[in-house]
């Protein structure tokens, strides 16, 4: 970003701007705590859902029919002139892409636009998580096999067509059978990804890297509820007989759970949070700012195994808009992430850091 | 209601009244917030229960051995000279019952008598919700199975006896082995309903439509305790295996968690509340008002479903005497249903319009 | 305790210390609210945790490379001089023993510390819960076993080993076949303890006894989140199905969900809490003060099973740090344990009862 836009943006009366969606009742509800002006850019038809939140909804609206149109100058230039702070968010980096908001999106976005993209590819998104010394997933070769392991087919979308195998005999065994089941293809059993079946309770850890303050925030933490794998136990059914009646396990996001972990875990839960920073700052200086999320397995041995990152605000920290369990110990009064980063915004602005948190 | 009573009411001091039970401790908590006198209708047993709750206990008791004694002239008239309003809630309609309250309650009522008439009846409920073009459960014909179904016994408690068919063949198989394992009659057989056994995960939203704004509101949200069937995964058995061991599923509701939903689930569960009452305004004019709650199922294709509808304040609410992960979005402060309540009463009585919300 | 040291406290600027650990987060959070000066028992590598949280930080640390440390008589007096209140909590008693905080500990302590031996032994805990007429889950006989039954086998660790049995007979034949297959030792066999299996959904209700007020409070409750057991019925498999994959059912609690029961449960689970209160004043007396949880089990007839006592402040209260949907009933304003704790020691002082608070 041009040192001008800041210098610019450094004095200016600026404005929190979000993509009308994911997270974006939470994070205009915290720019108008800390006193921000708001903007949304909005699909016309989903502009009635935040009139219905006064609390939740942009001072402005920005109407567009396609996210995509907010890379059109005009608009861009519109956004920099009210002194627009992008805030990305899942719903944002998923319709506009990670690489065009690195290379087109010219209005100062907060974060580092790079975590979009080192999240947004597998291979990266592995590398940095390995770099941190995270514990992920093992992955296996056929004749590697000697826990449980679960075998995921390219392709297979929403959990559906996996096999679980405990040895190599089986993994051969299994997938002749469904080879001649016709389940699967011979491409599909060509490209298999064995990986060990990580046993143990999902907890996603919403955290912010602070720059100003210099420091890491555990700010909540939840679980998702995912549509129907969180119901269908309620069937008493194995999945072979569900199988039979044509129902299959899937795992669509549709809402998420508050809970707190045990105290004794949570210097564990803040080192990892910390090697990630530390390895972003490696990887893409000057590295991941502001709020991630970690989603991982909290074994029956209380060992962590992460299995993904969020470089950006996830949806679970909508629990929290009236701060959290863990945020009343960081900021003694309501902080959700939403007002967290406005609050660093602010503070930035104040102290003229903003170059530090914008990108 | 006679216009004299309303009359009276538009410059009395107002009193909240409610049985105690079900959301009673929310409803009196939030009128005590929003300045009103409160009076609990109490059995004996239970006024140590409220006691021991000083935010959330009445102004004043009125100790009653049986809940339908509130129909006595005699405590009506007293009800009465106290300007009460009596909020209606599950355990009120349930003790009381919609047609006494609708035809014997004389006592000014907090939002549409006719809503809970409406809501008890299991032929008017499908006719409202389908009214309101709500994507219900399918009802089959044996001959007309072709998914998933249950098949439920009439007067089968508690989830208790029925049965899972995907087919016509395996539909009349089932039958027959249930007859002649005596677990069915031939009267239950062929009274039995087959409906789509909807797949996916469960929601209770808590709305609350205000006649005095002109607008609906989403409150907050939560999914129900069951028990057992909320553990009963715990014993890792089918349940072809747990019946073995005596162990029936059931659905007792015995508390509530909370939760959220996707932020972009949000403008179609709002419009289904708007199609709610919508429809209740043609069906049974001037139509619900006040608090009501759709009970859902969010599939995998992340469609709703809807089971049931609870035309007045839900239990779930009782998750959020201190505002919700929506209600702040709305008001800006922490505002349960029972506060949403006694506001709307208030503003009602300023803007002298207590007639649109009482019946 | 000494009289003199009750009288040198009475006057003195007090201050709460504990281990940190558990709820120690909590603890210091409710005391910085009530006004306490606070001193955290650390072991250095925990230091960086609590100085991540600023507001549940404690203001001094006293830092020790093993818990058992505090009953040094040098620290103690230091403590002492620093008019150090110790509260209690589940890793506090772990760490250095129930015993050792009865007989070695001089630092004035909050609460009854017998409690803490009443309910470290399992003989004890089941004479206090049994003459508090609680239903506790049933022991069998082989030639008794008339329902589902728990075969639980001495040693066996997180929940594994376990048989599920319905008859003598089966009771038998699963047993020999477990011997058979070297799954358990004869010892194993002979020790094994039969119990009713008590089939409900959890629930772990939060109580405070207050010694001042003269009344027992119910402050919050929560679910408990097990590794990996409230994760397992996501594979589909049953319990043998999973054991031949090598994967077994542990119960390792990580960390906690809130809830809410239905309002007409709770006179019950009031009146469960003063019996447990009365029965600890005739047992050990002057009884149990402070908080303390009991942990049940709400079957489908809606009758609660209690299988356990802690008899200290636990861990799921860490979810209400904000105040908890019942305890908003009982202050009126955000009341966590931990703030609840430092409460009653300030009005203690205040009103010169300190010495009915502490031991």
Chains 1, 2, 3 share one sequence.
Request: net charge negative; charged share 25%.
């Amino acid at each position: 970003m041009s040192e001008d836009l800041i210098q610019s943006y450094s004095t200016k009366d600026l404005s929190i701007a979000t993509i009308c969606s994911h997270t974006a009742l939470q994070i205009f509800h915290g720019a108008r705590q800390e006193g921000f002006k708001t903007i949304g850019i909005c699909r016309p038809e989903r502009k009635e859902l935040y009139e219905a939140f006064p609390y939740g909804s942009p001072d402005e609206f920005l109407l567009v029919d396609d996210f995509s149109e907010i890379l059109q100058s005009e608009i861009q230039d519109r956004l920099i002139d009210a002194g627009a702070i992008m805030v990305p968010h899942g719903s944002f980096v998923e319709y506009v892409g990670p690489s065009r908001i690195l290379e087109d999106l010219r209005v100062p976005t907060f974060g580092n636009k790079m975590s979009l993209n080192w999240e947004g590819n597998r291979h990266q998104e592995l590398k940095w998580l390995s770099d941190a010394k995270l514990r992920l997933p093992n992955k296996f070769e056929p004749h590697e096999i000697d826990r449980l392991c679960i075998v995921k087919f390219h392709g297979a979308k929403g959990g559906r067509g996996f096999l679980l195998v405990s040895s190599e005999e089986e993994y051969h065994q299994l997938l002749e059978k469904s080879l001649k089941e016709g389940k699967i293809s011979r491409l599909d059993a060509d490209t298999a990804v064995i990986q060990e079946y990580a046993i143990g309770v999902r907890c996603y850890v919403h955290y912010f890297y602070s720059s100003i303050l210099n420091r890491l925030e555990l700010l909540s933490m939840d679980q998702r509820l995912e549509s129907n794998i969180d119901e269908l136990h309620r069937m008493g059914s194995t999945r072979q007989e569900l199988a039979k009646l044509g129902v299959d396990p899937s795992y669509v996001v549709m809402g998420n759970i508050p809970m707190v972990l045990r105290e004794s875990l949570l210097p564990e839960v803040l080192a990892l949070g910390e090697r990630t920073i530390e390895s972003s700052q490696k990887l893409f200086s000057p590295g991941l700012t502001g709020p991630f999320c970690l989603e991982m397995i909290c074994t029956p041995e209380l060992e962590f195994i992460v299995f993904e990152i969020s470089a950006r605000i996830v949806a679970g920290t909508n629990l929290f808009p009236l701060g959290s369990p863990y945020s009343c110990y960081l900021w003694g009064e309501a902080m959700s992430t939403g007002r967290r980063i406005a609050w660093e915004m602010k503070e930035a602005q104040r102290t003229e850091r903003l170059g530090e948190i914008i990108s």
